[in-house]
């Protein structure tokens, strides 16, 4: 896209993160509520020691979120009002802590508008009243960080009655909960339908796959090779349920079958730090229903 048309929805964003930051009620609520986070989010989130600090976050609240949840997957489905609201209360939480936007070096989000705008918001929220200290050229988009793609079944109800009825109700189950079942693919004459290397269907274990890699040959660089011996690189990663849950099962260690217990809540930050030199999670291991993590 052109830098103009960038610089004009940059500055769109800004202008809805004042206005977002303006309910305050929710914006209250949002900031000091912690306790969904999966090992919680303390006062002791601070930039400290010579490690690469490594945030994750999951955007905020979408459309097809909610009671009514959606297989969402690769359709663009915006934020709601109160997603934008949750991504401008990130930013704030994360502020307190130290984490000024200006002390992030890189983000990376995926392709998909909900990821991509909770990390504008939140950048603009981190930079307070020193907008002039961030911009969206710091800001990497991958389609590797983009949700799980659930095939034929996208836009559907998770609890759609003709789905149950056609598959049953283990079946359905499996998709969502287990490593290697996956709905059915989308054919070529389907409106979702995108050439390789898009996927037309994943398990969680394909959607995992990839988002490790991202990591790997994208992520690692930036939070470990971009820097001199005597920098502290901070990186954030906005992205989906389900790569982010990839992600910490990769970083932790988590067994297949505990994955699915990895609860990654909308705009909820997730801090990890790592040891440049090893590249290794140094914070000590809490314990979780997934069996452990290194997060913060």
Same mark, same amino acid.
């Given at each position: 896209?052109?830098?103009?048309?960038?610089?004009?929805?940059?500055?769109?964003?800004?202008?809805?993160?004042?206005?977002?930051? =303006?309910?305050?009620?929710?914006?209250?609520?949002?900031?000091?509520?912690?306790?969904?986070?999966?090992?919680?989010?303390?006062?002791?989130?601070?930039?400290?020691?010579?490690?690469?600090?490594?945030?994750?976050?999951?955007?905020?609240?979408?459309?097809?979120?909610?009671?009514?949840?959606?297989?969402?997957?690769?359709?663009?489905?915006?934020?709601?009002?109160?997603?934008?609201?949750?991504?401008?209360?990130?930013?704030? /939480?994360?502020?307190?802590?130290?984490?000024?936007? =200006? =002390?992030?070096? $890189?983000?990376?989000?995926?392709?998909?508008?909900?990821?991509?705008?909770?990390?504008?918001?939140?950048?603009?929220?981190?930079?307070?009243? #020193?907008?002039?200290?961030?911009?969206?050229?710091?800001?990497?988009?991958?389609?590797?960080?983009?949700?799980?793609?659930?095939?034929?079944?996208?836009?559907?109800?998770?609890?759609?009655?003709?789905?149950?009825?056609?598959?049953?109700?283990?079946?359905?189950?499996?998709?969502?909960?287990?490593?290697?079942?996956?709905?059915?693919?989308?054919?070529?004459?389907?409106?979702?339908?995108?050439?390789?290397?898009?996927?037309?269907? #994943?398990? /969680?274990?394909?959607?995992?796959?990839?988002? $490790?890699?991202?990591?790997?040959?994208?992520?690692?660089?930036?939070?470990?090779?971009?820097?001199?011996?005597?920098?502290?690189?901070?990186?954030?990663?906005?992205?989906?349920? =389900?790569?982010?849950?990839?992600?910490?099962?990769?970083?932790?260690?988590?067994?297949?079958?505990? $994955?699915?217990?990895?609860?990654?809540?909308?705009?909820?930050?997730?801090?990890?730090?790592?040891?440049?030199?090893?590249?290794?999670?140094?914070?000590?291991?809490?314990?979780?229903?997934?069996?452990?993590?290194?997060?913060?």
């Amino acid at each position: 896209m052109h830098y103009f048309v960038h610089s004009i929805i940059s500055r769109r964003r800004v202008e809805v993160f004042r206005k977002v930051l =303006n309910n305050s009620t929710i914006s209250r609520t949002l900031q000091t509520d912690t306790s969904t986070s999966p090992i919680g989010l303390t006062q002791e989130i601070k930039q400290q020691g010579p490690a690469s600090t490594l945030i994750l976050l999951r955007h905020g609240q979408s459309q097809w979120n909610g009671p009514e949840a959606r297989f969402t997957g690769w359709y663009d489905i915006p934020l709601t009002v109160r997603g934008r609201v949750e991504a401008v209360s990130c930013g704030q /939480l994360l502020r307190s802590r130290g984490f000024k936007a =200006n =002390n992030i070096d $890189v983000a990376f989000t995926s392709e998909l508008e909900r990821a991509h705008e909770t990390c504008e918001l939140a950048l603009a929220s981190m930079a307070g009243a #020193e907008q002039e200290t961030w911009d969206s050229s710091r800001i990497r988009r991958d389609w590797r960080l983009n949700e799980r793609h659930y095939g034929a079944v996208q836009g559907l109800s998770k609890n759609d009655p003709e789905l149950l009825a056609k598959y049953g109700e283990d079946v359905v189950r499996g998709w969502r909960r287990s490593m290697t079942e996956k709905p059915p693919p989308l054919t070529k004459n389907d409106e979702m339908y995108q050439p390789p290397p898009a996927p037309t269907t #994943e398990s /969680l274990q394909d959607c995992q796959k990839r988002a $490790v890699e991202c990591f790997h040959s994208a992520i690692a660089p930036a939070l470990f090779d971009e820097a001199t011996d005597s920098e502290k690189r901070t990186v954030v990663v906005v992205a989906h349920s =389900n790569t982010i849950r990839a992600l910490m099962a990769s970083f932790d260690s988590v067994p297949d079958p505990l $994955v699915s217990k990895l609860h990654v809540p909308n705009s909820v930050p997730i801090l990890y730090r790592f040891e440049r030199s090893t590249r290794e999670p140094v914070s000590s291991r809490l314990q979780s229903v997934a069996g452990g993590s290194h997060a913060r």
